[in-house]
């Protein structure tokens, strides 16, 4: 029973789920029901901000891309973990700031070597 | 904080370690001439193995455990290290992959592995076996214009995310177990309240098995291991058939006989039928390959199941002879792979056996040195291989696994086939083309450094031992 009564707390949880997915299908089978259906060829076309689109959607994207992906979630993750210790740097003092010194110096070896190589020009 | 700079100073090797390797990484982009790069990393490891002796405790609320038994695999990680970037220094201009990157991306999975042999706690364990792991991909596929070796990079990264995920599983499932992820906290926990034939514990030890027989290369996972060994670099393969595998046998040690000690008897029959797969599958497959990089990862298979003979064993006997092994291991494994790296050169891709015919009439000295890691990886004396099993075996037959180790002595007559079939091409066959060799410093001193501890450790054996013995002191076993 006590593992019942464990689980019991997670009843909200799943009260909200289920009137979250109801939510989304109810509106989505209402809106079909009233609205009105009047298609033609210019409706039906892909939405490119309002431009004719050009091509077909799948075609091979540039490797470069990628790179700038892995660069992006590198410092991206760095900032997620300043952020936290800046906002707790009274509290924290000084060690934390010689630690985060460190960690900010490893990134920094990294962004001098992705610079130095060229991964931040296009060409 | 207790004392930050006594737990700094347990932490040394490591942090040493990473200074240098950032320094590689940054040298790399002012310098031109990249064998300075090779030379300052050997360096590094030289400097840490002659200074990191003598530490003991433990640092940072016991993540890090600074012990004989850590330090004994971290002498196993650095000699393989510089064995490995003496043998690359002209192999990787004549495949065209002379980059920095190279020297930087070893010294980090070894740290990766000094981090693991030393791990106080699961959470450390993963953290050091991802920093490895990483590393060792891209090394795979450093030969990035060759199909095999993006092949066997691939295959190593896909597989290797595989392991790691089962091994995050069973650091969670023991986790919820005992609430606790510390090494030695897990032990008490499953003594105090007699976790023993919960089936939860036993779901989890059979992932901790997964996970680490795929590290060590161990049947059923070792798929990876023959296409991987084959498609890399060849000091890469050297490297990676020797670190890696004695960072899983260092993780083994710390996670299945402290950790999860208390329940012995419930890893100990996965390890049996890992270990006699292992002895049979890699003996016998590597009967018929004619790539001698394939039959070399097909006998590193075997050597995992031998050495697992030690694991099995338990006690600080049983540990103590697969540490020496391992260190054993590393001379002669690299040592042949060596040899087999010399054969490269400009135009010459020298790794099929017929390479190897009548290669005693054009280069004495190099082929009496394979013979003599041939016969060493077989186990004939008076050579280290027969000093390493013998110790393996007195410890498993000490502990009651006489059947057992009968299978390896019979799985080692099989493996004779194969290692005298490449001396009976060096000496009785007539050669065909003359098979030129890198004219390589490095590469010999590296040759003759692996045929001398070979032959040394061959004649003198109690040394070795007795250190492993030593550094078991305080293990907790």
Known sequence: ?123 | MPDIGAQLWLLGPEIVLAVFAFGVILLDLVIKEKSVLAYLSIAAALFIMFTMFGRQGTAFGGMFLADGYGLFFNFIFLTSLCLSILVSLKYLPVERINFGEYYGLMLFATIGMMVMASAGDLIMVYLGLELMSLSVYVLAGFMRQSTRSNEAALKYFMLGAFASAFLLLGISFTYGLTGTTQISGVAQYIKDNGLAGNPVLAFTTILYVAAFGFKIAAVPFHMWAPDVYEGAPTPVTAFMSVGPKAAGFAVIGRVLTVALGPVSSEWTGLLIVLSILSMAVGNILAISQTNIKRMLAYSSIAHAGYALLGVIAGGPEGLASMMNYLLIYTFMNIGAFTVVTLLRTEGVKGEDLSDYEGLSKNHPLLSALMLLFMFSLTGIPPTAGFMGKFYLFVAAINAGYLWLTVIAVIMSAISAYFYLRVVMYMYMKEPGTVIPVQRSTAGRVALMFTGIAVLLIGVQPTGFIQMARSALAGFGI
């Open chain 1, 1 to 123: 029973m006590e593992q019942l009564g464990y689980l019991q707390q997670y009843v909200p949880v799943l009260v909200l789920m289920l009137v979250a997915l109801g939510f989304g299908l109810g509106a989505l089978l209402v809106g079909s029901l009233v609205r009105p259906k009047r298609p033609y060829a210019e409706k039906l076309m892909p939405y490119e901000s309002g431009n004719p689109p050009v091509g077909e959607p799948r075609y091979r994207f540039s490797v470069k891309f990628y790179i700038i992906a892995m660069l992006f979630v590198i410092f991206d993750v760095e900032a997620v973990f300043l952020y936290p210790w800046a906002v707790t740097f009274d509290k924290l003092g000084l060690y934390a700031f010689v630690e985060m010194i460190i960690f900010i110096v490893i990134l920094l070896v990294g962004y001098v070597y992705a610079w130095r190589k060229d991964a931040f020009t296009w060409d």
